[in-house]
């Protein structure tokens, strides 16, 4: 049986990243999904760059970028209402406080199951309004 992969279609997803080929993989995924990319960005700096400027729709964030946690990140999403997922090669129980108590898949993740991860997160905030 083959998998029904989520529309996405006009939604703008964040993409935080720092790993260049995953960073590539997510947003051509999104893509695929017929989401629209929203960078992506490798730093803490970056994204909250992009989020002074506009508030996408949602938001895939690693959970640690080169020296640095993203629970800055993860902040600003928060108050601009964004919902997002969380992507680590390390263990989801492990993650920064900032950062546990969203959705968290590990790397290698399975694309669908982050693509379903992500559009989960949309519809949820969607359906309490």
């Known amino acids: ?5 989520p529309d996405l279609r006009a939604t703008t997803i964040l993409v935080v990243e720092d790993e260049f080929l995953v960073a590539e993989d997510i947003a051509q995924l999104i893509t ?3 989401g629209l990319v929203v960078g992506p960005v490798a730093s803490v700096e970056q994204a909250l760059g992009l989020l002074a ?17 993203a629970v800055p990140i993860a902040e600003r999403l928060r108050a601009l209402e964004v919902p997002f ?7 989801c129980d492990r993650l920064p406080e900032g950062l546990r108590a969203m959705p968290c898949i ?14 989960g997160a949309i519809e949820s905030k969607h359906a309490r309004r």
């Open 53 to 69: 400027h506009d508030a996408p729709c949602g938001a895939i964030l690693d959970a640690f970028l080169q020296a640095d946690d």
């Open 106 to 119: 590990g790397k290698p993740y399975e694309p669908h199951g982050l693509m379903q991860a992500i559009f």
């Open 85 to 91: 997922v969380v992507v680590t090669g390390y263990d």
């Open 32 to 34: 695929t999904c017929g």
């Open 1 to 5: 049986m083959r998998e029904r992969w």
